[in-house]
């Protein structure tokens, strides 16, 4: 709860007091007499009547913890919590020295509310102006740990992050055991409360790194946080560019291997996706089992993903400059071929292309909304179908729907989503300039990009590093990777200290 909407009349208002009755029906009231919000009553056995209230919300806690741990308080024999719970409790002095070691003591309404809708219960004692808080959170609604379903694994763990934080943090540390791994816990969002941590390797971290990320986050001013995007779009450094600056990963792996390159990852609760910063340009063009293959193999698949965003991007693009304004680029025999395919086509080359990379788009969205069972039916049937139709209705021509084919298969190449929605809108952009001014247009849309992507950071580290600003020691893992033995040294931009990695494995096996 915000304490500054606890102003100073409410707050003499809503006092606690000594009676354990008055302090349950106050709480009660605040939160508007909620259906879920639990209140069990316990007299004690005394002379004089001691009535115990303990209160927490139905669907936050453990039923299992509130049954062996509330009641083991309250109670002599656990075994006879049932039927005896009214006539065979602990004295009053035996109830206080237990909850002094398991239990926090709070004074402030605000702070009571706020451990209720945390998970906890609260307890009040008859002469007690405070309430016990002990923590029984858990629910039967939390995921467990399961197979990650939007980045695909061939070789490497398949485990990924739950919508727990504390499962999330567990999964890094189950990684990394190192006693420099630290953890910072926040929360943000005026109504949501939602716990935010960030976690980085203290010895390896750039100090600067710490700060800025923990000041950005401090900044943050808003009534509700529910997933990982909502912070991201606070906490990058540019708004307006349509290439992410934030990495998300719902990896474990891929995570704890960026901890380790000395980023910050930020776990924010309820949201599989982990958000780890700084990131790099080429940092999206890479995945985790480029370490668990082979050096050769894991390059040349990023070469692959390299040319993949080339033809992504720039292939309509080139088809629409080469038969609207370079014609003599085009060998005969393929130029009489493109002319009689086009010969009863009505639309120019670029309403051509607008329209099949448009109905490509709403195919592609169609089948990640529909159904599992039927969307990668619609999806075939939608590609086959009405591209066949297209054709033989002569509204586009069948080099069209190839161009338009490489083209998103292009695009299913890279490993992050957000990296391939950018090039998909950059790509109508090229589109446009390749019909207005041929090549000319594509390039000068290129260079305009290249200084768009310099002018970018990411927590102050340029977006193009390793190769603007050029750095060579860092290029044995960007485009080409050397074999784990031979990397010598953290990314640089990164991190400014213990740079250089133990590799005692080399060692031996040089001898």
Known sequence: MNKSKWN??????????SRALYNEQLIKELLGNSTELVSKQVNLEEEESVTVVFLYMNGLVSQKLVQEIILEILLIDIGEAVPIL???TKSKEDLYHELSIIANELTEVETIIDSLINGKTVLFIDGKIAAFSIDTKGSNTDRGVEQNTTQQVVRGPK?????SILINVALIRKRIKDPSLWTEQMVIGTKTQTQVMIAYIHDVVNEDLIKEVRSRLKKIKVDAI????????????????PFPTVYNSERPDAIAAGILEGRIAIFIDGTPFVLLVPVLLINFLQTPEDYYQRSDIATLLRCLRMLAVVLSLLTPSIYIALTVFHQEMIPTRLLISLAAQREGVPFPALVEALIMEVTFELLREAGIRLPATVGSAISIVGALVLGQAAVDAGIVSAMMVIVVSITAISSFVFPSYNFAISLRMLRFGFMILAATFGFFGIFTGLLLLVMHLSSLRSFGVPYLSPFAPYNSSDQEDAIFRVPIWLRDNRPKLINQKNIRRERSWKVNHKK
């Open 86 to 88: 009214s006539n065979k």
């Open 8 to 17: 100073e009349k409410n707050k003499k208002k809503n006092k606690l007091t």
């Open 226 to 241: 529910l997933e990982s995007g909502n912070i991201e779009e606070f906490i990058q450094d540019q708004t307006y560019t």
């Open 159 to 163: 485990d990924s992050f739950t919508e």
